[in-house]
């Protein structure tokens, strides 16, 4: 399935945002920082990138569902979804 570009600025944007918190990771850990903060910065990103995720998934989810209800066939099908979404749980 094609990602069109409209329907991805949120996600894009939830990505570059935690690509520049990841940055901030690893110039923690290679100055030295203390862990807790570390830790603290490395949890936003990880959040940052499951929101983007399900945002994706949530997007290609009601493409395909309208498709379904004009009657055209969606580039994916249920179980696809279904394992794309698990994929990220």
Do not use: W, Y
């Amino acid at each position: 399935m094609q990602l069109d570009t409209d329907s991805m600025k949120d996600p894009l944007t939830r990505l570059k945002r935690a690509q520049g918190q990841l940055a901030g990771v690893i110039a923690m850990i290679e100055n030295g920082d203390d862990c807790e903060r570390v830790l603290t910065q490395l949890a936003a990103v990880s959040s940052a990138l499951d929101r983007a995720g399900f945002k994706i998934i949530a997007t290609g989810m009601r493409h395909c569902q309208t498709l379904r209800d004009r009657g055209e066939e969606p580039p994916l099908t249920e179980a696809q979804l279904e394992k794309l979404f698990l994929a990220l749980a």
